[in-house]
């Protein structure tokens, strides 16, 4: 693979005879987006991939395929938010777009801040903020406080989660995706932190970007509520499943 790494590849099917590839990593390859440098957008190169073969043709079906080859087929592109979808759930991130941002315009309409335009934020000014659960910390030296960092398409937001708070919104604050925060600024000159007075957990949002690829995560801390897979609790063997299968957004780092 070294000896031709500055060739350019024609197609697909030199990629695979040049680079000595098989034939499902030439798909994990379009699967990923990962030929763009050969002009072809995910989609269209799933579906060269599939017709890529491991082993020779058989010579009674050679010629024909030789007289029947099979012309280009021409695929629409893959709108921005299903590009978004499937590096998630091959990469397990984005670099066209955040999922946040095909929620804005309805957040915006539903009055809901981002988080730049908390930048410019009063103390004390009452906010209702969404965005992707990145980190759960609840330090020991905390006395019971929850912090948790939320993130969208403008970058990220740090929340104070006071204990009786917390002691009422535990379910959503130790499994929500995309959370919901009804609260008020606390401001020091430009340290900025977002008080909770009310969570939701709003992670079905996220559905209309992945209907059947999103399920929300259990915190380290409600594990014991799960049966673990494969014990004696629950006989059934671990499903590997497949990559596409995964969780659309990361699981958030939990710190406790």
């Known amino acids: 693979m070294l000896a031709v790494r500055d060739t350019p590849f024609p197609d697909l ?16 390859l379009a699967e990923a987006d990962a030929m763009r440098s050969m002009f072809l957008d995910r989609r269209q190169a799933l579906w ?3 017709a890529l073969r491991d082993a020779p043709d058989l010579p009674l079906f050679r010629e024909t395929r030789d007289e029947g080859a099979e012309r280009a087929v ?10 978004v979808v499937a590096d998630y759930q091959t990469l397990r991130l984005s670099l066209k777009a955040h999922p946040m941002a095909f929620l804005r315009k309805s957040l915006t309409r539903q009055g809901y801040t981002s988080t730049k335009a908390l930048q410019q934020s009063r103390n004390r000014q009452a906010v209702k ?18 912090f948790v960092t939320l993130e969208d398409e403008f970058g990220t937001a740090n929340l104070v989660i006071w204990p009786q708070v917390l002691e009422t919104f535990r379910k959503v604050v130790m499994q929500a995706r995309l959370m919901v925060i009804h609260g008020y600024v606390q401001r020091d ?12 957990d709003r992670s079905d949002a996220l559905l209309r970007l992945a209907p059947d690829g999103l399920a929300p995560a259990m915190a380290r801390a409600d594990e014991v509520n799960r049966p673990v897979q494969g014990s004696a609790r629950s006989p059934e063997p671990p499903s590997l499943g497949h990559p596409r299968d995964a969780r659309i957004i990361p699981k958030s780092r939990d710190f406790h």
Do not use: T
């Open 74 to 83: 021409p695929l629409p592109a893959m709108p921005v938010c299903e590009q």
């Open 48 to 50: 060269e991939a599939r």
């Open 13 to 28: 099917g030199a990629l695979q005879r040049q680079g000595g590839l098989r034939a499902a990593q030439i798909r994990r």
């Open 189 to 200: 000159v430009e340290i900025i932190h977002v008080v909770a007075r009310r969570l939701e």
């Open 129 to 146: 903020l969404a965005g992707l659960v990145l980190i759960r910390q609840r330090p020991g030296s905390a006395k019971g406080v929850c």
